[in-house]
């Protein structure tokens, strides 16, 4: 019997370390994916730049649109979408907006 398990464990522990390998990046990589709707639009559509310019939440448009972190971004005119583009990371919500 304990034959059985001196060769089980280090099965076992081959497995354990396996997965670690594989939970573990995807785990650090949540992080960078944006959290977004079934079509993609990242934060429902509102604008990200008029939660700092505006200080209120405000519906983007599909004209003003910017692809960023595989998310489809809405902004209310050019001028936020320009802001966007320069500084992405400065107006997007943080930790993907989860």
Known sequence: MNRIFK???PAILITLAALLFVVLPSAACAFDQVNS?????A???Y???AYHTEGRAIKGQRKYAHKWNDAKWYFTSA???DLFVADPERYAPQYGGY
Not at 37 to 41: E, K
């Open 7 to 9: 060769t089980i464990r």
């Open 37 to 41: 709707t079934f079509f993609g639009v």
């Open 43 to 45: 934060i429902k559509g």
């Open 47 to 49: 604008d990200t730049v």
């Open 79 to 81: 001028e936020n979408r």
